[in-house]
């Protein structure tokens, strides 16, 4: 699967803050907000978008789990609250929390899984998940975190295997405004994942690279957060 290709406003965001992306977590401070809808993808990559549910959003909701990962963008505008049991804020809050794959707990992560796959499925190298989050302050300048665990869900099961993960760690220019976020996550060697499998997202906040409880933002226009597979 070939290599994706950012925005050229993403990239020049990105090299003025002076982005290290890697295979462990990275640092930079966000300072547009633009909508990353005009993006364009090299042939080949696969992109799953994140929903909730219903998609398109209909209204507010309680903090959903399992949501669905499609190749279908949202068209809906407006973004609403998706977890009123959570907070009273527009997008989805993820408390500061001791990040682990098998975290439970609502309000504390966030789950999304693809179909299940019709063949089986190769990843190697880089994935990147680009989420558009926020950090849950009232003021700029606050370092913010999210982990991503990218695995392999096998719904005849239930059962799960971590596939990999990845870190991204920076400084948000403004509290509760949206920026787009890559986060990297490493493939070591390959990994083959089996036909009738689905791959899941799950995001968390962790405690000790994030001084804010977290909060994204998916399933608009404005906000098409998704997971990206080379």
Known sequence: MSRSRLRPLLVAALVAANLVVGSGSSLATFTSTKSSSGSTFATGTWVYYLHNNPTPPTGITAALFNLTATTTASTRATLYNYDTDCDNRTGRLLKRVTPTPG???TCNYANWR????GAALTLTGTVRTDVWSATNAGNGGQ???LIAYLRDYNPATGTYFEVASGTYTGTYAAGRTFYE???PIAITG????AAGHQLELKLEAPTATTQNDMMVAYDTTAYPSALRLR
């Open 190 to 193: 390959s990994y083959l994942l």
């Open 143 to 145: 370092t913010g975190s």
């Open 103 to 105: 975290q439970a707990t």
């Open 114 to 117: 693809t179909p299940a796959l």
């Open 181 to 183: 976020l890559p986060i």
